[in-house]
């Protein structure tokens, strides 16, 4: 059974920058395709990014291109998100999700494509 635990949320001022870690056990990591979504309150769950099983492959919603930065350490068994001139409308808890994948181009794009969570991070941007 894997296990994802996610670490480095916290409060930021607007603009500034967190970097979140999701780290995995109980797999192979590098078997796994690996994404981040992110729920506000009273929201539905929603993709943040995604990463494929080599890291050779990333995707990303919209409104988080060009400002975050996903990426992974299969020596380490972690996946990364590196998050700069966060919004207020950044702010949620944030999971990172896992999926063992036989294509090295495969991308967990919505929650239903995903086997495992982990139990969230909350990342709070004041304005």
């Known amino acids: 059974q894997v296990q994802l635990v996610e670490s480095g949320g916290g409060l930021v001022q607007a603009g500034g920058s967190l970097r979140l870690s999701c780290a995995a056990s109980?797999?192979?990591?590098?078997?796994?395709?690996m994404s981040w979504f992110r729920q506000a309150p009273g929201q539905e769950r929603e993709f943040v990014a995604a990463?494929?099983?080599?890291?050779?492959?990333?995707y990303y919603r919209d409104s988080v291109k060009g400002r975050f930065t996903i990426s992974r350490d299969n020596a380490k068994n972690t996946v990364y998100l590196q998050m700069n001139s966060l919004r207020p409308e950044d702010t949620a808890v944030y999971h990172c999700?896992?999926?063992?994948?036989?294509?090295?181009?495969?991308?967990?794009?919505?929650?239903?494509?995903?086997?495992?969570w982990g139990q969230g991070t909350q990342v709070t941007v004041s304005s």
């Open positions: 109980g797999g192979t990591f590098s078997m796994y395709a």
């Open positions: 999700a896992g999926r063992a994948a036989g294509s090295y181009l495969f991308l967990i794009r919505s929650p239903a494509d995903a086997d495992y």
């Open positions: 990463i494929s099983r080599s890291g050779g492959s990333t």
